[in-house]
């Protein structure tokens, strides 16, 4: 009868420990967890510091581009400038060049051009004066204007026949007073008359000339 309370207490006294040692694992295996969760946040720190640094760096190259196309955008309008005047100069240069051929004209004279003549048929202008004339072209198709003496008149007619049937024709000595306007064209010739004389203005298109398109100039 005595052998059974010693083997009582003594399961007892072995359930105790055996309690007693899951009771001390448990804050071991609360450590554990914990000391986990620390590392963790301690690395997921550096972490977010890295993807700020990435952004912050993304953004100033995004600033950079921006900054470098803002100095592109400046240096096209620059050139841009830097056109519009060299254009402007380009006006002014050629304005200031008609005006000084206008200071040295003596008359100015308009001339209508149709199919086939000109208006005025007769012009008369004084020795030793510069004309500029103002050409028209009212007709329906090519003309020309040439303006010179009977004989620079017929090589031109001589050059103009060559030229259309495709064979070569001597040049002639000098600038010849020539201007071709198109339909609705217009524009202009200034020439020197020297001398008194008979001069002429004639156009030399095949079959114009013998047409009748002819101008005389009485140099007077």
Request: hydrophobic residues 40%; proline residues 4%; charged residues 30%.
């Amino acid at each position: 009868m005595r052998t059974r309370p010693r083997m009582l207490v003594a399961v007892m006294a072995v359930l105790a420990f055996v309690v007693a040692a899951c009771g001390s694992d448990e804050p071991a295996t609360d450590q554990v967890a914990a000391s986990g969760d620390t590392a963790q946040e301690e690395t997921a720190v550096p972490e977010d510091e890295a993807a700020h640094e990435e952004e912050d760096e993304a953004a100033h190259d995004e600033d950079e581009a921006a900054h470098d196309e803002d100095e592109a955008a400046h240096d096209e309008d620059e050139a841009a400038h830097d056109e519009d005047e060299a254009a402007h100069d380009e006006d002014e240069a050629a304005h200031e060049d008609e005006a000084a051929h206008d200071e040295d004209v003596d008359m100015v004279i308009d001339v209508a051009m149709s199919d086939f003549a000109y208006a005025p048929e007769t012009i008369e202008v004084p020795a030793g004066s510069t004309v500029k004339f103002v050409f028209a072209n009212e007709g329906a198709i090519e003309h020309e204007a040439v303006i010179g003496d009977e004989h620079l008149q017929e090589e031109q007619a001589e050059a103009s026949a060559a030229a259309a049937a495709g064979e070569d024709h001597a040049e002639h000595h000098g600038e010849v007073p020539l201007i071709i306007l198109e339909a609705d064209e217009a524009g202009e010739l200034i020439v020197t008359f020297d001398e008194p004389g008979e001069q002429f203005i004639g156009c030399h298109i095949p079959g114009h000339w013998e047409a009748g398109m002819k101008a005389t100039i009485n140099v007077v």
